[in-house]
């Protein structure tokens, strides 16, 4: 009778693991697969380099760049159909020939270029695991509409939070006959800046430099992505629903090009035009700042600059010319501070 009892236990443990396991294996998209692989290479080759096994480094980190294209090819249909946003699928096009062409530079010798994998291969240990792990993501997208919520009620709204599309306390809850179009917003994960973050996040660790230079740039770099961001989220979610771009000239281009509704126009125009253009030229402020405190990723930044126009840049040099100081020197002797 125990026995019987034992595997009946037993069958039953076993149906529910194999539930939770075919439920998260449906959950895994292919973008998520060809990104984890493509990161998996990226370390692997960073470990071969380490170990001087130079060829099967750029073997391996060659490969791996050519997978991190298809990932970004991947993300075509949701910036173009789903996000609806010009810039990110120009970017995510553009990504694939030129993470091949980073990777054809790699397997023919380039090993500057492993500098530049290690700063990709962190920026996705950072996002990934925000990306593909639920609690996580929910959490962070969760606190980043209380926060949100907070910047709103500083400024005299106070519309309350309930639960998005996403299936997260994540909507602000604006009573559609109190705004102008009807219409509210809801955070989800490229609104937390969690992006930008991995990306200086990657630059950083990428380099040889100080510990305390390196948390010093750090801590600038989030600090500052998350005012900024925090800003950004409070002018969309007041932006849309009180119709601050209702304009027949905005209206038309919207309905026109967009396939947009009509009182869709306001939350287009804050969050695809305006805000997205404004994060281009923060990210290029926030660089300019952390280079200020760690001139050393003017290396990875060099190297990503030779696979898009195929020129060699000294950025040391430029920047010398640029504010009057000897930024190259500091780099290469950057001493204890």
Same mark, same amino acid.
């Given at each position: 009778?125990?026995?019987?009892?034992?595997?009946?236990?037993?069958?039953?443990?076993?149906?529910?693991?194999?539930?939770?396991?075919?439920? $998260?294996?449906?959950?895994?998209?292919?973008?998520?697969?060809?990104?984890?692989?493509?990161?998996?290479?990226?370390?692997?080759?960073?470990?071969?380099?380490?170990?001087?096994?130079?060829?099967?480094?750029?073997?391996?980190?060659?490969?791996?760049?050519?997978?991190?294209?298809?990932?970004?090819?991947?993300?075509?249909?949701?910036?173009?159909?789903?996000?609806?946003?010009?810039?990110?699928?120009?970017?995510?096009?553009?990504?694939?020939?030129?993470?091949?062409?980073?990777?054809?530079?790699?397997?023919?010798?380039?090993?500057?270029?492993?500098?530049?994998?290690?700063?990709?291969?962190?920026?996705?240990?950072?996002?990934?695991?925000?990306?593909?792990?639920?609690?996580?993501?929910?959490?962070?997208?969760?606190?980043?509409?209380?926060?949100?919520?907070?910047?709103?009620?500083?400024?005299?709204?106070?519309?309350?939070?309930?639960?998005?599309?996403?299936?997260?306390?994540?909507?602000?809850?604006?009573?559609?006959?109190?705004?102008?179009?009807?219409?509210?917003?809801?955070?989800?994960?490229?609104?937390?800046?969690?992006?930008?973050?991995?990306?200086?996040?990657?630059?950083?660790?990428?380099?040889?430099?100080?510990?305390?230079?390196?948390?010093?740039?750090?801590?600038?770099?989030?600090?500052?992505?998350?005012?900024?961001?925090?800003?950004?989220?409070?002018?969309?979610?007041?932006?849309?629903?009180?119709?601050?771009?209702?304009?027949?000239?905005?209206?038309?281009?919207?309905?026109?090009?967009?396939?947009?509704?009509?009182?869709?126009?306001?939350?287009?125009?804050?969050?695809?035009?305006?805000?997205?253009?404004?994060?281009?030229?923060?990210?290029?402020?926030?660089?300019?700042?952390?280079?200020?405190?760690?001139?050393?990723?003017?290396?990875?930044?060099?190297?990503?600059? $030779?696979?898009?126009?195929?020129?060699?840049?000294?950025?040391?040099?430029?920047?010398?010319?640029?504010?009057?100081?000897?930024?190259?020197?500091?780099?290469?002797?950057?001493?204890?501070?």
């Amino acid at each position: 009778m125990s026995s019987t009892r034992s595997l009946a236990l037993d069958a039953g443990a076993f149906v529910a693991t194999s539930s939770v396991l075919s439920g $998260f294996l449906t959950s895994v998209s292919v973008s998520d697969v060809l990104a984890w692989v493509s990161i998996a290479g990226f370390l692997a080759a960073l470990v071969f380099s380490w170990q001087r096994r130079s060829d099967l480094a750029r073997y391996v980190g060659s490969g791996s760049w050519i997978l991190f294209g298809l990932f970004w090819l991947t993300m075509v249909p949701y910036y173009y159909t789903d996000a609806q946003s010009p810039i990110q699928t120009v970017l995510s096009l553009v990504a694939l020939p030129l993470c091949a062409y980073t990777g054809y530079l790699l397997y023919n010798g380039r090993l500057s270029l492993l500098t530049l994998t290690k700063a990709v291969a962190v920026m996705g240990l950072i996002y990934l695991p925000v990306e593909t792990i639920p609690f996580v993501r929910q959490w962070l997208i969760e606190t980043t509409a209380t926060q949100a919520h907070f910047g709103m009620e500083l400024l005299g709204y106070s519309p309350g939070i309930n639960e998005g599309a996403n299936g997260y306390q994540s909507r602000f809850d604006f009573d559609p006959n109190e705004t102008v179009t009807g219409r509210t917003t809801y955070i989800v994960l490229a609104c937390t800046g969690i992006g930008s973050m991995a990306i200086f996040g990657g630059l950083i660790a990428s380099v040889k430099a100080p510990l305390k230079r390196k948390a010093s740039a750090f801590v600038l770099a989030v600090g500052v992505i998350w005012f900024l961001n925090f800003l950004r989220n409070v002018f969309i979610a007041l932006a849309s629903p009180y119709g601050w771009f209702q304009y027949d000239a905005l209206i038309y281009i919207t309905t026109t090009f967009m396939g947009a509704p009509e009182n869709r126009t306001s939350f287009l125009v804050a969050h695809n035009f305006i805000a997205q253009s404004l994060s281009i030229v923060a990210l290029v402020g926030i660089t300019y700042m952390v280079i200020k405190i760690l001139p050393e990723i003017l290396g990875p930044l060099e190297e990503a600059l $030779f696979v898009i126009t195929g020129t060699e840049y000294d950025l040391y040099d430029a920047l010398a010319d640029l504010d009057g100081a000897p930024v190259g020197e500091e780099a290469v002797n950057p001493g204890d501070d």
